[in-house]
């Protein structure tokens, strides 16, 4: 588009170069800055212009702009707001969206931006910003239509404007009155109390009453009495007149080419992308909404004369009222895309950052700001999980129709021909919350996928709906499953019933993974509490250069660092390496050095990939309102929404591209809410914002109530309106008349998280999840992380709930400390037990079952001793002692032993066996501590993990 100086306003100078709105009035055919204190406000005679710009996750602004005319505005007024439109978008370099308002049917995107609602002034220009001076309030009378967004309208204060279909507000001095027609809706009852509010906040300042009147309610209540005084006594309301509303529901979608200012007809069969040249502009014709395309190529004056068109065409004899909305080629809105029906999945848009930048560099050639114009993508951050993950597991193998209960040794090694059921139990904000998800492998069967469900669909039902209840895919998993498992492994095959039919029928020679076998194993994750092992095809073009593998061939085990990996993955191999092998030690293998061993059990060398497997990424966050009826799905986008938008009565989706959320509100009738998940499912078919959205995109069902932190985190939340009771209308009522937010009928008490939530006793071999496992603290290959929290509980039971996050702790107490239960004291016999059971292997402390008094292992009747004993042990096994560090307070290091740094290093010739080769420096004296790290041992341990690392790498001590 060619772009003359002459053409743009100065008012523009600067516009859109950060996130917020900017309003423009037209004055004498130019556009002039309001006053940020009059945003919303709009007067019936003059015609606005509105920029609205959008900080987006990738880092670029979208803008949208928007052009309001008042119903008294001036013919010259409005072609000026439309002009002027034009030309700020060729100031942002030429890809927003435009929108014709015009006062009383504005769309719901621009009223988003001025909730609850926008009530227009009289007057225009000549009267200013300013109101009018009066001492006596004046009655008005206001209906208000909308579900999503309110359409506020004031209306002749007479009886004959009341209606059975509409809401209406009758605002006196010295109260307000909210009249609900028979025929509303709750949820359009409660959005019209939020006008309520506004007017009683604006009008009012917060000191006047409340009332509510029900359509047909009898006279005999005192404040429909009082209503109906207003307009001389009850009567019959008449029936509402047929509008012009609905001509538009049988017209026919037409598209038309601007040739030389006039609009004429395309004729096709019909509509695809093929019809649209880059060289022109074009009218869609949709009866409620006309769109107007503008070809990239177009110049500023031809899309002047494309938006006369339209303007024109709006005008026309029994032409219903419709939106106008103007969009660029290759920055089409969803709606305009949708009318076609076939439409490119990629569209070949170069015009991006570089049409941009053209417009960026003529705009400083000719002395305007152009700061801010280009906005860089914003450093990628790992994604954060928003749970708790200091709660408890429980892993259930889907076989068949049933499920088994998997022991904690093994509830975080999956096959891919197998489906999943977990349930994770851990501590909210106020009270135990629940994640109950179902895991398909992608080798899995149809059968067990539909038994997974059931089964986790029934579980969810004993919990009386309380949990999240989450499905997903093998290789789609969201950061929250990462989370929780914190080590995960996926094995090839399955050992399901289901699955080993499947085999059989389809003659599948795909062998399930065998610890004598060989495979190959891709580590990935961003650290200790979030690391995976992926079985893949043992050939060599599995390989990649961003990520470390194992390669396991019986008792001969190989670590593989590809050449683009860090320190940090490394460690992660070695983490890995204690689930997958922990009693074999592996050989490095570094690449473009491996040896013919290495490559003979790949079956050779291949050419293999060198960039990260990409996955979803989480996008702006999109939320929809559903409408369900006998399997058909309709949604409405809710723009710039807040919690007060999800309504009790509904379903809304929440579309964040990586993940589908589906929240179901209190009030949603039963046989409704259990089609929650089929409504995810439609809704990722039929991928309403034409985003590709897989179909295997990880979908939590959510109950109002039991929201979990990383749903809530779009929102800012207030947990108490979740756990009001009452429909959306009555909540609404009590706040207004109260003015504050009632809270729920139980008092807000922290829960202790148990092991298997509410409705279940534990298995005593599940593992203890009582803190998470954070890069502060130590591991010890082949021991679970959970130990700590145990350990303190022997030395303390009382001393901090489950719930509450550990305290960070370094030292571990290793063989060579002591043995004797007297030196231990004041520790507990507990802690001196499994002290002694401490044995070396290989360089690592690792744990034996300790034994056990026949005093402590009396069991009460009814009880197998036996069981308990072997319960003890298995809670034991995966345990590592730690000793609890005084938060502020250096690390004690009496008892350790003092080794000289040549031994202690990783290629000593005469290493220390008898230490934690975790922490290798904890051994060096503080002298020698110091002249090898040139800091001391307390600055060392206050640096973040993986600068530690890093210094310990370089003296070869990690």
Known sequence: MAVSMRDLDPAFQGAGQKAGMEIWRIENFHPVPVPKSSYGKFFTGDSYVILKTTALKSGAFRHDIHYWLGKDTSQDEAGTAAIKT??????????????????????????????????????????????????????????????????????????????????????????????????????????ALEVVQYIKDTYHDGKCEVAAVEDGKLMADAETGEFWGFFGGFAPLPRKAATDDRKADTFSTKLLCIEKGHAKPVQADSLTRELLDTNKCYLLDCGVEVFVWMGR???????????????????????????????????????????????????????????????????????????????????????????????NLQVWRVDGQKKTLLQSSEQSKFYSGDCYIFQYTYPGEDKEEYLVGTWFGKQSVEEERAAAISLATKMVESLKSQPVQARIFEGNEPIQFFSIFQSFIVFKGGVSAGYKNYISEKEIADETYTEDGTALFRVQGSGPDNMQSIQVETVASSLNSSYCYILQSGSTVFSWSGSLTTSEDQELVERQLDLIKPNVQSKPQKEGSETEQFWDLLGGKSEHHSQKIGKDAESDPHLFSCTFSEGNLKVTEIFNFTQDDLMTEDIFILDCHSDIFVWTGQQVESKVRIQALNIAEKFVKHDFLLERLSRETPIFIITEGSEPSFFTRFFTWDSSKSTMHGNSFQRKLAIVKNGVTPTSDKPKRRAPASHAGRSSVPDKSQRSRSMSFSPDRVRVRGRSPAFNALAATFENPNARNLSTPPPVVRKLYPKSVTTDPAKLAPRSSAIAALTASFEPVRGNTVLKSPKVSPKASESKPGTDSKENSNAMSSRIEALTIQEDVKEGEAEDEEGLPIFPYERLKVLSTDPVTEIDVTKRETYLSSEEFREKFNITKDAFYKLPKWKQNKLKMVLQLF
């Open 297 to 391: 190529n177009t110049s500023l004056d031809e899309r002047k004369s494309a938006s006369a068109a339209a303007e024109e065409l709006l005008h026309g004899p029994d032409r219903p009222k419709a939106h106008l909305i103007r969009v660029i080629e290759g920055f089409e809105t969803v709606m305009f895309r949708s009318k076609f029906e076939a439409w490119p999945q990629t569209d070949d848009v170069t015009v991006s950052e570089d049409g941009r930048g053209k417009v960026a560099a003529l705009l400083k050639r000719q002395g305007f700001n152009v700061k801010g114009l280009l906005k860089a993508a914003p450093a990628k951050e790992e994604p954060q999980p928003y749970i708790d993950c200091t709660g």
């Open 86 to 191: 034009v030309e700020l978008d060729a100031a942002l370099g030429g890809r927003a969206v435009q929108y014709r308002e015009v006062q009383g049917h504005e769309t719901e995107k621009f009223l988003s931006y001025f909730k609850p609602c926008i009530i227009p002034q009289e007057g225009g220009t000549a009267s200013g910003f300013k109101h009018p001076e009066s001492n006596e309030h004046e009655t008005r009378l206001y209906v208000c239509k909308g579900k999503h967004v309110v359409h506020v309208k004031e209306v002749s204060f007479a009886r004959s404007s009341l209606n059975h279909d509409d809401i209406f507000i009758l605002d006196t001095k010295s109260k307000i009155f909210q009249f609900n027609g028979s025929n509303s809706s709750i949820q359009e009852r409660a959005k």
